[in-house]
């Protein structure tokens, strides 16, 4: 069937669908009423039969009539008890705390192109049901969310595919923290650009709906008691060591000044472990190596080789306790400088804010749940090669580590300096940090 564009239709892959399914109803075993409010064609009707549950009850929406033809024919082939409705499933405001399980693919559809009388009535409706002003920049998948939740009963889940702006635009932060005062959320994942034709990640969201609302713990602004906060709160964090040029700073052995040089660290491929170790040296010129008997000379002859004028020899060096590389592959990790030695601009270089353990932090950020959102909000560069710019970095939501108690953060300081002292491996280090974060911050 073609896509229509202007209906934000692109489809689930059957997998991912199914995945889904199978997750939503693990978490309930007891479900009954289902609502899929952008059904397109039928994608979840054919992974919730799957599962083979008899008991259920269906509710489909969509605007497109072929997608309503289509959905109704296959939930009656399939002998799903069902109802199809051709309808935009925003204006339907009959279906308050009425489903146990909400599974979707919202469309994703500019606020710009929703005629306005219609993204007026939305709004109005939504705002007042949620009792929050909505951001007018909302895509539409963003409203999807927002009356899903209003239309669980509570307890009850929703399960959500979302293209990856929920993350990195200010609408999308602004929805996720409304979500979170009338449901828990239970689990995020990435997938790298599920949709055929979309060159765009996708994030599955699961939550669950509060018994009673609950005020802000996740709030878009600033607050030392949320659940989740910007990682600038958390990190003073900058880029790495920029040499003008790499050459005529890398020593060699052979150098006449070699032993003039100071440790830099350029890669990670080759470090084993998350245990920072030089691997190579570099001249960074300060006024005690200026007196050093013909080194100046020596420093401008290799800037003059490589068109470098004499000033550029005066490399303000990088130093910090934890480094991220921000071209993320397969394993995204933070690493430990142990010798405070200078980075590469290959990094950016944190410490905490505040008097936060830095060995805690670095720790927790080896946990999938915060190297999870971090490559949630990196960019697609091909080739299975994300990046992620610094002001993406400042701004991804992290579990906030400020609400751990005094004791545990003690008992965490120990064991990351273990973990440090002993250079254990890194995915030993990540498996330790994820069990950590999903038992103490309930994640
Ligand atoms: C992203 S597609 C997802 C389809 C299907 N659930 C899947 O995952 O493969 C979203 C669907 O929502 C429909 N849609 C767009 N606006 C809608 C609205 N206001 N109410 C209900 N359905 C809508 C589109 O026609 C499209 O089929």
Request: hydrophobic content about 40%; glycine content about 4%.
């Amino acid at each position: 069937m073609e896509l229509d564009e202007t209906l934000g239709q692109v489809w689930t892959p059957d997998e991912i669908a199914n995945e889904m399914a199978r997750e939503a109803f693990a978490l309930i075993p007891n479900v009954k009423k289902i609502l899929d409010p952008a059904c397109g064609p039928a994608t979840f009707s054919k992974a919730i039969n799957q599962l083979g549950f008899k008991e259920i009850e269906l509710i489909c929406y969509d605007v497109d009539p072929r997608m309503y033809n289509f959905t109704s024919h296959i939930n009656q082939k399939i002998g799903l008890k069902s109802e199809t409705r051709n309808q935009d499933y925003l204006l339907d405001s009959s279906l308050e705390n009425s489903f146990d399980l909400v599974i979707m693919n919202p469309p994703y559809i500019r606020q710009e192109l929703i005629e306005r009388e219609t993204k007026e009535y939305y709004h109005q409706y939504l705002g007042a049901k949620l009792g929050v002003s909505i951001d007018k920049k909302s895509n539409l998948f963003a409203l999807f969310l927002l009356k899903g939740i209003l239309d669980l009963a509570p307890n009850g889940i929703m399960c959500a595919i979302v293209f990856d702006a929920v993350q990195n635009s200010a609408y999308g932060k602004k929805t996720l923290s409304i979500l979170s005062e009338y449901a828990e959320l239970i689990s995020t994942k990435t997938v790298a650009t599920p949709f055929d034709n979309v060159l765009i990640d996708a994030q599955i969201l699961i939550y669950k709906k509060r018994e009673k609302k609950i005020t802000s713990i996740i709030q878009y602004q600033e607050s030392k008691n949320n659940l989740f906060i910007p990682l600038e709160n958390l990190l003073k964090s900058r880029r790495g060591t920029a040499l003008p040029k790499r050459a005529p700073f890398l020593a060699d052995t052979g150098d006449k000044y070699y032993k003039y040089s100071s440790p830099f660290f350029i890669k990670q491929n080759r470090l084993e472990g998350l245990v920072i170790k030089p691997d190579q040296r570099i001249y960074l010129t300060n006024s005690d190596l200026e007196k050093i008997d013909g080194f100046q000379d020596w420093m401008n002859e290799r800037l003059e080789k490589y068109n470098l004028s004499e000033n550029k020899k005066f490399v303000k060096p990088v130093k910090g306790s934890i480094a991220f590389n921000y071209y993320i592959r397969n394993a995204p990790r933070h690493l430990w400088n142990k010798d405070n030695i200078a980075l590469s601009d290959n990094f950016y270089v944190s410490e905490t804010k505040g008097d936060f353990p830095t060995e805690v932090a670095w720790l927790l950020l080896n946990s999938d749940q915060y190297l999870n959102r971090l490559t949630a909000s990196a960019r697609n560069q091909g080739n299975g090669l994300r990046k992620l710019q610094l002001y993406e970095y400042k701004n991804v939501l992290l579990p906030n580590w400020n609400l751990l108690s005094d004791v545990d953060i003690a008992e965490l300081f120990d064991l990351s300096k273990d973990l440090i002292q002993s250079g254990a491996e890194s995915k030993k280090i990540q498996e330790l940090a994820s069990n950590i974060v999903k038992k103490l911050m309930d994640l």
